[in-house]
């Protein structure tokens, strides 16, 4: 496995890696991409060619919205005949959301593109951002006799490389802000890099690039609590638009038995709108059936999201309806694993 000969885009969109401090005013400002080599000199080290470019207006992750997802879908495509990889530069807050819409919207991805942040800006003495960025895009440039070594979309933080669909932010102060619990790491940087392909995602076809640009944002997310009462559901679920929601409920995916909960969700499948069952714990899957409180869920046809992370299900559900799902497929397609970011079964 080497490095040599990569050719890699980095794409700066924002998050506080991007920031130096400015000496005489002692506030964080943006850095400037353009002078990246000079600044970061180890990057010459790696044996590639490294382009940079940037967002024009860098955005907090906060203000990160669909449309930039699919804008950077759009620089993806557009350097995909020409770039080995890419490394995406990021605010941690939403990363994993970016990195799971990312996964769905590049079909067929055959390259590597490595999302990563820090949590200490660049400019700072004990930046993690260095790091970070230095083994992404090393990850982005590794290449073995059948060409890059990572073909889907990796989160790459603190000696880390994740499935970025598998991931959450688990942490705000942390240089180990991230986790993958239901799927194991696919790289461990330590003094050397160590690959565990029997975990990276393997593209079954060799099939051209499709990079999907509609997302239908009518999505909500409702995290179940003792206590929470029907005006409550009743409000989300009949709020204007909505086509799908996220219900993150306990354990292996229980819920309340009452009545009233049980005919609100009726109905609101009756009015054609997607209901998908995400457990609230951070590991581990749904299993509805397995208790009595989740087999009323069951008898509603609620769609599984089985072991998939709340961020993931909602760039899924985004991305199913954008594409226009048959409402007859949509149970099946949402349980099937399209990038990984589920177990099959
Ligand atoms: N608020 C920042 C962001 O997500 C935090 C970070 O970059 O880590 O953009």
């Known amino acids: 496995m080497k490095t040599g000969n990569s050719n890699i885009l980095i794409i ?57 997802w699919v804008r950077l879908a759009t620089m993806i495509e557009q350097g995909y005949d020409h770039y080995d990889g890419f490394v995406v530069l990021h605010g941690s807050d939403t990363m994993s959301y970016t990195a799971s819409a990312l996964s769905f919207l590049l079909e067929n991805l055959q390259k590597p593109v490595i999302i990563t942040g820090s949590q200490l800006p660049i400019g700072d003495l004990r930046t993690d951002a260095k790091e970070n960025l230095i083994t992404a895009v090393q990850i982005a440039a590794l290449k073995n006799e059948n060409g890059p070594v990572v073909r889907e979309v990796g989160l790459y933080f603190e000696y880390k490389l994740y499935r970025g669909n598998r991931t959450t932010k688990i942490n705000a ?102 209901i998908v069952n995400v457990t609230q714990c951070s590991g581990g899957s749904v299993m509805m059936g397995q208790y009595e409180t989740s087999t009323q869920l069951q008898q509603l046809q609620l769609i599984s999201g089985k072991d998939i992370t709340t961020e993931a299900a909602v760039a899924k559900l985004m991305y199913m309806l954008g594409a226009e799902v048959h409402p007859r497929h949509f149970k099946t397609v949402f349980e099937t694993s399209l990038r990984g970011e589920m177990h099959q079964n």
């Open 12 to 68: 700066y969109t924002g998050g506080t890696i991007g920031m130096v401090k400015d000496y005489a005013s002692g506030a964080l400002k943006a850095f400037d991409f353009k002078g990246l080599l000079e600044s970061i000199p180890e990057l010459h080290q790696l044996e590639c060619q490294i382009d940079a470019t940037s967002f024009e207006v860098p955005l907090d992750s906060s203000n990160m919205h669909p449309e930039d």
């Open 173 to 274: 102060e942390h240089f180990e802000a991230f986790a993958s619990l239901n799927h194991p790491h696919l790289v461990e940087s330590g003094v050397h890099l160590k690959v565990f392909s029997q975990f990276l995602w393997a593209p079954k076809k060799r099939k051209p690039l499709v990079v999907h640009k509609k997302l239908n944002t009518n999505v909500a997310v409702l995290k179940l609590f003792p206590g929470i009462g029907e005006q409550v559901l009743r409000g989300v679920l009949s709020s204007k638009g909505l086509k799908a929601l996220v219900l993150e409920t306990y354990g292996s995916g229980n819920a309340p038995s009452d009545s009233w909960f049980v005919e609100v969700l009726r109905e609101a499948i009756s009015n054609g709108i997607h």
